[in-house]
């Protein structure tokens, strides 16, 4: 079964920075890509940007403006999401995500996202 369990949001200043973690089971993990998005209140999910299974390929919404950086550690089947200068527009729930084949057709998979909050 697969699982994606989202870890370290929070409460943090403006101008601040918080890493944000994805661990995930069920499945090869290094195997596949894994994406960070991110959903504000009111607004539609967004792509904040894709690590490829080896690391070695990432790309970032243009928004990102260098503020962001994605990582993956394959020995711990993790995803993180270190976001430094952080803005009130920051504000949101990120979701890891992952989409691959298992045998049935290709199917998305999504944590349960944790809430990230910029303000003073």
């Known amino acids: 079964q697969v699982q994606l369990l989202e870890s370290g949001g929070g409460l943090v200043q403006p101008g601040g920075s918080l890493r944000v973690s994805c661990a995930a089971s069920g499945f090869t993990f290094s195997s596949y890509s894994m994406s960070w998005y991110r959903q504000a209140p009111g607004k539609e999910r967004e792509l904040v940007g894709t690590i490829s299974g080896t690391g070695g390929t990432i790309s970032y919404a243009n928004f990102m403006e260098g503020r962001f950086t994605i990582s993956r550690d394959n020995t711990k089947n993790t995803v993180y999401l270190r976001m430094n200068s952080l803005k009130a527009e920051d504000t949101a729930v990120y979701y890891c995500?992952?989409?691959?084949?298992?045998?049935?057709?290709?199917?998305?998979?999504w944590g349960q996202g944790t809430q990230v909050t910029v303000s003073s």
């Open positions: 995500h992952t989409r691959f084949n298992s045998g049935r057709g290709y199917a998305d998979y």
